[in-house]
């Protein structure tokens, strides 16, 4: 049966707003099959918004959320976009995750942050879908993540596109900020990315592209948070939880998922924004 692909986006510092880049462009292409293959909504997860407490998530069921301020980025970027929440998605989301033993629970008060919205106006720029958005809980658990993909996969039959949104190297502590504090300029490379960054990029796109979907995915994508240089790519874990939602709902079979590392921009030295797409829309598929 057709399904909807899902993707890995790395949002990037918040300059990936108002700077045009590759992975802007493919954002906006991703966006534009989506809305060719008459998209349903759109169901995230982002790297910002964590619910407290063991086996909880939080779903986002605010109908007015305002957008929390984007740093470094001219407010007419975004100040003017509407956001489109999806109540009634996310009423059947978290019947969803209820049903699996999930302890899921709608946020009537949640504003929604950078992480998100970025990629909302990057692909949508003509208008937002109806979107949902997961929170991740606070233990960062790995396996947790993963399971929640797993649980909201099946959506993608119903033309849900799933979108996890972190970061595949995102290290605040590592980044050189001296170029976009003092010049704006978030893609000056002074010098070359540290080996420890070089090393996991390359292996997070083998996970990736390797794998392609299936168990064999969440347990490569699990075991990265293991990798001798993970703490040098991620100084906190929040942003690979993404990651790991995306591997869960890329569902149980491989065989016929594509992978495609779609576009990449280094920032701030360190920090690599790695563009995933595992899977393809059946109009997509129809005109190769």
Not at 10 to 25: D, K
Not at 245 to 258: K, L
Request: a negative charge; aromatic letters at 10%.
């Amino acid at each position: 049966m057709a399904q909807s692909p899902v993707h890995f986006f790395s949002h990037g510092s918040t300059m990936m707003l108002g700077e045009e880049s590759a992975s802007a462009t493919y954002w906006k292409a991703c966006g534009d099959l989506a809305l060719a293959n008459n998209i349903k909504g759109v169901i995230m997860m982002g790297a910002h918004w964590d619910a407290r407490g063991t086996n909880r998530v939080d779903v986002s069921m605010n109908a007015t959320p305002a957008k929390s301020p984007v740093a470094y980025v001219h407010p007419s970027k975004y100040v003017d976009y509407k956001l489109n929440p999806d109540l009634a998605t996310g009423t059947k989301v978290i019947a969803t995750l209820m049903e699996k033993g999930i302890d899921a629970r709608g946020n009537e008060t949640f504003d929604w942050i950078h992480d998100t919205y970025l990629i909302l106006i990057r692909m949508f720029p003509d208008g937002c879908p109806p979107t949902t958005i997961v929170s991740m809980n606070a233990r960062f658990d790995p396996h947790f993540h993963a399971q929640i993909g797993s649980i909201l996969a099946p959506l993608r039959k119903e033309n849900y596109l799933l979108i996890g949104t972190g970061g595949a190297v995102h290290n605040l502590y590592r980044n050189h900020w001296l170029q976009m504090l003092r010049y704006s300029d978030n893609f000056a490379q002074p010098s070359p990315p540290d080996i420890a960054m070089l090393e996991f990029r390359q292996s997070v796109e083998d996970v990736f592209l390797r794998n392609r979907g299936g168990p064999a995915l969440k347990r490569a994508v699990v075991r990265l948070m293991k990798h001798p240089q993970f703490r040098d790519a991620h100084g906190t874990d929040d942003h690979f939880m993404a990651a790991c939602f995306v591997a869960g709902a890329c569902g149980e079979d491989a065989q016929d998922q594509d992978a495609v590392l779609g576009a990449e921009d280094w920032e701030l030295v360190n920090m690599c924004n790695s563009q995933f797409t595992l899977g393809k829309w059946p109009k997509q598929v129809a005109a190769q």
